[in-house]
């Protein structure tokens, strides 16, 4: 299957912080990636939809001034928590079709985040 | 409201104890109905998509089948290596082309 790749895997930072995840698909071109996030044994939900070249697609109850999302080449989406809390702790997973628009949805590694 | 419901919420086998996992589905309308396996730590990795009812797939000791209003995970003879949370999620018609919305998980531990 399609590889997508996240980095980093994990990250600890202070509280007021900002942090940057990158998310990479390595084999294929992805003009639309998904930013999910997932608390423990809980489901994944989905945060928002990241198009390449377009603003991002965020989902209801997710700020968009808190969590920014570039999706600047065919290959990478960013996603920027923004003066991070601990309530922001949590693991961010991104994930791409391949192929684009009607295949199957390949997930990266995901991030795990702690803020202090 | 669209929902995905997975029972149960762990499962406890032997190696070689054989099973089914349940996810549970009201839905308006169902494009597909996908299968993750997920390992601690990590991101799902992709098992099935099923598009319509009376649709079976398989791979190695799993098996999917779809119905109308549910699917289900066979696990044939489990190793402990297939201890993991199994995630089931729908994509409908409503909230979108992309969105996939996904069950809590089932969390299965083989034992030797």
């Known amino acids: 299957g399609a590889v997508v790749s996240q980095h980093p895997s994990w990250v600890i930072c202070k509280s007021g912080t900002s942090v940057k995840i990158e998310c990479r698909s390595l084999d294929f071109q992805a003009t639309t990636m998904f930013w999910y996030r997932q608390f423990p044994k809980q489901s994944l939900m989905l945060m928002a939809t990241s198009n390449e070249g377009s603003k991002a697609t965020y989902e209801q109850g997710v700020e968009k001034d808190k969590f920014l999302i570039n999706h600047a080449s065919l290959t990478l989406s960013t996603l920027t928590v923004t003066s991070a809390h601990p309530e922001d702790s949590s693991f961010y997973i991104c994930?791409?079709?391949?192929?684009?628009?009607?295949?199957?949805?390949?997930f990266g590694e995901g991030s795990r985040l702690t803020v202090l | 409201e669209d929902q995905v419901t997975q029972s149960p919420e762990a499962l406890r086998l032997q190696e070689g104890e054989s099973s089914s996992l349940n996810c549970s589905y009201t839905v308006s309308g169902l494009r597909g109905l996908f299968w993750y396996r997920q390992d601690p730590g990590k991101g799902p990795e992709f098992l099935f998509t099923l598009y319509s009812a009376g649709e079976e797939k398989e791979k190695e000791r799993l098996k999917a089948t779809l119905t109308k209003k549910e699917s289900f995970l066979h696990i044939t003879a489990p190793k402990p290596e297939d201890s993991a949370t199994y995630l089931c999620?729908?994509?409908?018609?409503?909230?979108?082309?992309?969105?996939?919305?996904f069950g809590a998980g089932t969390r299965l531990a083989v034992h030797p």
């Open positions: 999620a729908f994509q409908g018609f409503s909230g979108g082309y992309n969105k996939l919305i």
């Open positions: 994930s791409a079709r391949d192929p684009p628009g009607a295949g199957e949805l390949f």
